[in-house]
C-alpha cells in the first residue's frame, strides 16, 4: 500500500478545470501550431495534437491517409508527440482517434517490409516496439475512440489505452486478424489480447483472426462501450472525466503494478524479436507473399 | 492425480451432521465462552465465534465498532480465532461477516500507520500480511456473508474466500477504492482481485477504485451471489452445506494447487513487502495526508 | 509477427474441397481399413477413424464400451491413430466424438490404477501424460463432437480441442469432478481448464467438483456451443469449415503460442509427475478405496 502524493490534488479541483472544456474538443478547427503547450492545435503531417489544456486533456487524430497505417514516419512522429505531452505535465489524459472516420488504422505498414535492406526492417520493427512500449505504460489516462475500422496494429493501439469507446457501425470491426493473411501476431500482442479478453478468447480470435462487429467485439470485452458514431465524442470526454477524477500517482502506480510483467517481456528479448522479425521478413517466400499482396491492393485502388 | 483420504468420509453422514444445524446459527445469542471446541460461542472482544460443533462450521463475527477497521489487535485477535479453529477437526467451514450489519469490515486502520514509530508500522504490516496468508490458503470452507460495504481490506477479506454472498442493498458497495484515497493496493490485493474477476476488470476497478454495488458486484464476478438481505443467512448455509459435501482432503489440496502460486509471490518478499511499507508510511509528506485525513474522519463524527 | 507460408493456399480451395464432404461424414459406414491416408474408415478396436481426405478431415470415434474409460490400450491406439493423421498431409482438421451417444469418455480407467505394480501404473500415466501433450500441441484443428457425459479425463480431452460442440441434453454433464471421488486433479488438468474458463471459475469447479450440464457449460465457457442432438454434427462441420478456411501455418504458430508455456510446465516436470502418481496411487489406503469403488460399480452393473 503506497499514499501517494497525488492525494493532495483534490479531485473537486480537477473536475471544475473538467468544466471549462469545450464540448467540441474533439472537432476544433484551430490552425496548426507546432510548439509542446500553447493552446492551440500542434503536431505535425500525420498525428495532429489538439491540446486543452484548461481541461488537462489532448487528443491525439491520426491522419496518414488513406488507411492510417502505421509507416516508419508516422510511428516516428506519434511517438514523439505522445513524450510531448508525457512529459507535459499540463497533460493528464490523452484520446487517440482517426482524424478520417471510417478508418480508425489499417494496421502495420506493409510496404515497410517488403523490398528494403535488413537494417530499415530492424528500424521498423523497433518503432514498432516502441510505440507499444509508450502508450502500454504511459503515465497518461489514454482513451481510445474508435471511429472506424481497427484491424492488427490498429487494433494494437486501442488495446493500450485504457478504455476503449467504438462507434456502433457494422463496418468499423476490431481484432487481430494476422492469421488471416498467414502472419502471426508476435507475442507480445497476443500479450496484451490475453490481459484484455482472456486467455480462450484470445486463443480463438488469435487463431481464426477474428474482427469483431461491434456489438461481438463489447461482448467478448475488446472494446469497453459501443455508442452511436455521433456520442462517441461526448462519451469519451465523460469517460476521461471519470478516470481523471483519480489522484494521477496513485492511477499511475496501480497501472504499472498491472502492465509492467507483460512489458517485461518485450523489454527482457528486444533485441531477439527485432532479429527474428528481420530474419523472417527477409526471406525470399514472405517477400514474394507481399509482393503479390501489395500488388492486388494496388489494382484494387486503379 | 490424487486418491485422497477423504474419500473415506461419506458425504451422506457430513449431510446428516448438516441437518442438526439449527437455521438461527448465524444468530444465536448463547453467552461467549472461551474455549476451542465448546458448544457455546467463544472468542474475544473484536472477533465473535458462534461455534457449530454438531454441523463442523462456525461463525466468526467481525465486532470492532464503528465501522470493523482492521487494527492490530483486531487482525491478532481474528488470526488466533481462525488459527484455533483450522486446528479443531471438529470444524470444517467458517463463515465471515459483521456483527453490526451495514459494514462488513471498512479495511485497514489508517490510525495503526499514522504518529507510530517504524517498529509499529512493520508490526502492523506484518499482522496484515498475516491475516491474508492464513485466510487465503485456509483449509476451512470461508464462506463471506457480506452484509455491509466492504471496501479495500474489507473486500479483501471476503476475496480469500471459496463463495462470497452479498446482501441486496445499494449501500453495500464492494471494491479495492485504493486509489480514490491516493493509495495504491499492494501487489498481493491486486493479485487476489485479478484471481477472482480476470486481468481486465481488475486493471479498471483498480485504477478507478471502483465500489461495486450489489447488481455491479454479481455482473463483474466480484461476488458469487446477490440475495435480499433478510436471506443472506439461509444462503450462505445451503452454500456451505454444498462446499462440505465434497471430502475435505482433496477439496483442500485442489484449493492449494489453485492458491498457492500467489501466496508464493508474497512469502518469497515478506520481508521487503514491510520493509517497502514501512519506508513509504514514515514519510513526512504520507504522515501529513493521513493526518489530515484523520482529522477529516473525527469531525464527522463530531 | 511471422508471415506463413500457409497464406499461399488459398481459402477459396478449401472451401471448395469442403463442399465435397458429405453431410454424413459422421455416421458413415463403409468397413474398416488400416492404413495411413486410404478414403475408408481405418482404425482399429477402440478408436475408429473415417477419414475424409478430399475434404482434409478425419473423425475419430471413441469406442471402447460400455464408457470409453481411457484404458491403457485405448489410450495408445489413440495416440497412434492421432500421430498417424497429424503425420499425413491430407488431413488438417479432426473431430472428436463418441461412438456411442451417451458417454463422450467417461475418463481414466481406475482399472488401471488398482492391483498392478509400480512399472504399469508408471506406463499408465506416461499414456495419460502423452494423450495430453499430442492433443494440446496438435496442429491440426481439432473439434469436440461432445454427444455424451465427459466427465473428469473425458472433459480433458474436449478441453484440449480448439472448439467444443455439446449436445443439448440436460444428461449430457462436462466437468472436472475429481473431488467428488476424493480425487485431486494433476496441475496440467488444471491448468488446461484456467485457460478455458478463467481463473475464479476454475477454482470453484475444481473444489465443488462440477459437472456442467449444457446451459450452465455454455455460460461458464467450458463448452463454445450447445446445439439440439441432431444438429451436433452439421454444427460440428460448419465450425471446421470456418476454421479450415485460416492458412494452416499461421493458425499453428498462434496456437503453439497460446499453449506452449502450459505444455512446458508439464514437460519439463514429466518424470517428477509420473513419480508422484505411482507413490500415490501405490498406497495402501488409495489402493483400498479403489477396489471398494470398483466394488461397487461391479455389482451395478451386476
Redesign the interface.
Known sequence: ????????VPARALLRAWARLPGAALGRTEPAACGGGGVRRFGNQRVLVEPDPAAGIAVMKFKNPPVNSLSLEFLTEFVISLEKLENDKTFRGVILTSDSPGVFSAG?DLREMCGRNPAHYAEYWKAVQEMWLRLYMSNLVLIAAINGASPAGGCLMSLTC??RVLADNPRYAIGLN??????????W??DTL???????A???A????LLFPPAEALQV?IV?KVVPEDQVQSTVLSVMA??MA??D???Q???N???KPTVDRLVKQRDDDIKN?VS??S?D??QK??QIYLEKLKQKKG
Open positions: 500500500m503506497a499514499l501517494a502524493t497525488g492525494m493532495r502495420l485504457d478504455y494476422e492469421t488471416l493473411l498467414g502472419i502471426v501476431a508476435p507475442f500482442f497476443k490475453v490481459n484484455t479478453i482472456g486467455h480462450r484470445a486463443e480463438r488469435l487463431q481464426l483472426g470485452g469497453d471519470k478516470w483519480i489522484p500517482h496513485a492511477r502506480l496501480t497501472k503494478m498491472m502492465r522479425f523472417f521478413v526471406r517466400s514472405i507473399s507481399l
